[in-house]
């Protein structure tokens, strides 16, 4: 949608192991996002990157790194998944006049 | 900590009438408003937006206030159809929006 793609669309996971999620974009965008979407707390974002290599935390950003090599990729890694970890994850870029493009998520489930 | 409050988790009105969404906020700096909408298994798409300079904004069917000393949005609907049943979520920035901060969303339901 809009030129952001995310994968993979579902994912189980075992408490412990490392899990990485990647966000694509074809729109060129310097700013992306991950957000993570959770019943009664809405989207709370876990970090975001504004150009290569340039990264900074969110409001939930423990547990989690992100890596940004290509203004394409936004990557977010969990580096020793846990169950509280489980969530429905949103990738997003800054659109200039409709405020961010989200993903189509990813649905973590780490058991 | 949550700065941007939808306090009903759920609405449901019938087709035809009118729907009002309704968001407060805490965060005195924040000036850029919007609202998303969405269906299952899809991202958040986005709906319509204000900033605090306004207190009114509409495109089509859609209608969103803003109240800055009460520190209230509401999203208007009107007429409702049943294809606008989705989860609409409010969200509110600071200037630039690095750090966009959503209400938990309302459900809204149209019945035929």
């Known amino acids: 949608d809009a030129g952001i793609t995310q994968s993979p669309r579902h994912k189980v996971t075992e408490t412990g192991t490392p899990v990485t999620l990647r966000c694509h974009q074809t729109?060129?965008?310097?700013?992306m996002y991950w957000y993570r979407q959770d019943p009664g707390h809405g989207l709370r974002l876990i970090h975001y990157?504004?150009?290569?290599?340039?990264?900074d935390k969110g409001e939930v950003s423990d547990g989690y790194s992100v890596s940004r090599s290509k203004t394409e990729d936004f990557l977010l890694t969990l580096e020793s998944a846990t169950s509280s970890q489980t969530s429905v994850y949103f990738c997003?870029?800054?659109?200039?006049?409709?405020?961010?493009?989200f993903g189509s998520g990813t649905r973590l489930t780490v058991v | 900590d949550q700065q941007v409050k939808q306090n009903s988790p759920s609405l449901s009105v019938q087709e035809g009438r009118i729907s009002i969404l309704n968001c407060d906020y805490t965060?005195?700096?924040?000036?850029?408003f919007l609202w998303y909408k969405k269906y299952p298994a899809e991202g958040p798409t986005f709906l319509i937006s204000?900033?605090?300079?306004?207190d009114k904004n509409e495109d089509g069917r859609f209608t969103v206030f803003l109240n800055k000393s009460a520190k209230h949005l509401s999203l208007h609907i009107v007429p409702s159809q049943p294809g606008d049943s989705a989860v609409y979520f409010c969200?509110?920035?600071?200037?630039?929006?690095?750090?966009?901060?959503f209400g938990a969303g309302t459900r809204l339901t149209v019945k035929p």
């Open positions: 204000i900033s605090s300079i306004k």
């Open positions: 969200a509110a920035s600071e200037g630039n929006n690095n750090d966009m901060r």
């Open positions: 997003a870029i800054s659109s200039p006049n409709y405020g961010y493009t």
């Open positions: 729109e060129n965008h310097r700013y």
């Open positions: 965060n005195s700096m924040f000036d850029y």
């Open positions: 990157s504004y150009g290569v290599k340039d990264t």
